[in-house]
């Protein structure tokens, strides 16, 4: 597991990945990924390589906030 996803897990998070594979993250039971971007169309994180995904800069920067706030117990 990589250490994106150990955090997606620690942060209890969904990974979204749309067909040309830009990959998203989303709290279960909201519409919206972290960026904002609502979840259309079909999840294709069981079905494309690792490899081959594109994590979106603004989900990535809304984790990390999300771990740095957490770890300051903010």
């Known amino acids: 597991m990589t250490t994106l996803h150990r955090l997606v897990k620690q942060e209890?998070?969904?990974?979204?990945?749309?067909k040309?594979?830009?990959?998203?993250?989303?709290?279960?039971?909201?519409?919206n990924c972290l960026c904002g971007m609502p979840?259309?169309?079909?999840?294709?994180?069981?079905?494309?390589?690792?490899?081959?995904?594109?994590t979106c800069d603004k989900c990535h920067e809304e984790l990390a906030y999300r771990v740095s706030s957490a770890e300051l117990n903010i």
């Open 12 to 18: 209890g998070l969904r990974e979204w990945t749309k």
């Open 39 to 54: 979840m259309l169309g079909n999840n294709y994180a069981m079905h494309i390589a690792e490899e081959d995904k594109t």
């Open 20 to 31: 040309l594979g830009q990959q998203h993250f989303h709290v279960p039971g909201i519409s």
